[in-house]
């Protein structure tokens, strides 16, 4: 088994934030020795964000982190592919946080729409939905039974709403 460090380039790492997937596709090519069963740690702009595993030509999810973490190996490679050493792998992983236990999450999107009918306003809905997307539709996500504590977020972090801002 051999362990990686991959960092996605901006756009990449906002697609894997913005969306639930069971496994990232690498835009380049694999790097040679790669096989299944491998590590990844993966990586963003801002440090690691998830741990995964080689499958075939993607690295199936393992595990995300709620908030990315710069470790010493994230920020001193540069985009694309980095081997590490059993050690460097340990270190890394010993750097993030303790993983939470799953919890129950309410997560709101609601805009006004004008419109003849119902079924007229769904169908708006569904369209405006697609067209702005996860990089200009905010939605409000708070622990479910406390929703006094919820949150704005855009691209999967957390966004200021103040429209001063």
Do not use: C
Not at 93 to 99: D, E, I, S
Not at 106 to 113: A, C, F, G, Q, Y
């Amino acid at each position: 088994m051999r362990y990686w460090l991959l960092v996605l380039n901006e756009d990449e790492y906002a697609e894997q934030q913005a969306y639930e997937v069971e496994a990232v596709e690498p835009s380049g090519a694999v790097p040679e020795g790669a096989g299944d069963g491998d590590e990844v740690a993966l990586a963003g702009p801002e440090g690691v964000f998830a741990l995964g595993e080689f499958d075939g030509s993607a690295i199936a999810y393992r595990r995300r982190l709620e908030e990315p973490e710069k470790t010493a190996e994230s920020a001193a490679a540069g985009e694309g592919w980095t081997s590490l050493t059993p050690d460097a792998w340990e270190d890394l992983v010993r750097a993030l946080p303790t993983p939470e236990r799953r919890r129950d999450w309410l997560v709101t999107l609601s805009m006004p729409i004008e419109a003849v009918d119902k079924a007229e306003a769904v169908r708006q809905f569904w369209s405006y939905i697609r067209s702005l997307g996860p990089k200009e539709l905010p939605t409000f996500v708070a622990p479910y039974g406390r929703e006094i504590e919820g949150t704005a977020f855009l691209l999967g972090a957390e966004h200021e709403q103040d429209p001063e801002e």
